[in-house]
């Protein structure tokens, strides 16, 4: 059984293409969209660019907290600091009135 002429020439053609076609796809298509005047990479761009936007969104509401937080400590502090204040001026008076009492006591 002898194989045609014809269909060996084909055969050889298509084994000795074939395969550099799909070796070099990426680089062709790369080549072709850049004479297209396509963006390489514009899904990975746009992809990026909404996970950016996600994480800013996250930054400022992060932010957000972080200065309700440091406003209620602020707070907290504030009402601490007044109520030491008021109660060691209630403990000078006390004593100041207890001073007087005690020289009243050793004079009258």
Known sequence: ????????????????????????????VSISDRIAGKRPGAKELSELEKRVAMLEGEINEMRNKYDA??????????????IHFNAGTRADEKTAEKLIAETEEKTG
């Open 1 to 28: 059984m002898e194989i045609p002429i014809s269909l060996l020439a084909l055969l050889v053609i298509t084994l000795l293409v074939l395969p550099p076609v799909f070796l070099f796809r990426p680089l062709i």
């Open 69 to 82: 937080i440091e406003e209620s400590q602020e707070f907290s502090r504030k009402l601490l600091e007044d």
